[in-house]
């Protein structure tokens, strides 16, 4: 495995506390989360707009596009919720309780995925040891919460 996919997911995890903090912080100026959750789609829809025209990426066939299956239109639904979830809670219970609940949720989720490959994920079992380590991080969030 690359390191560099690894430091690109450890960026992204870095930056996600920040992205929580400045959607809530827009929210309280403005006085509305999902206005702010809305600013924040929008700027970054712009940002990959601005990105994929200058990287000269190819665009898929309006055919190709309308052939996709109805689902795959949710994730950035999905997304927004996530935003605007942050924005809403993260002011209430702090960043870290925040982030352990919502990785906590995504470990839950993505073993049942992977268990069943769903999604195109690669098949990979449950088994002892992976949940083992989502009830510890439970316990951690747990912790967390706690002190």
Known sequence: MS???????LVGGVLIPLQVGINSDLARRIDGSL??????????AASLFIYSLASRVSWPSGSTVSQLPWWMWTGGMLGAYIVWVSIVVGPRIGGLALLALIISGQLGASIV???FGWLGFPVREISLGRVGGVVLLAAGVYLVQKF
């Open 3 to 9: 390191y560099g996919y690894l430091v690109l997911a």
């Open 35 to 44: 206005i702010a959750a809305l600013i924040s789609f929008s700027v970054g």
């Open 113 to 115: 995925f992977d268990h």
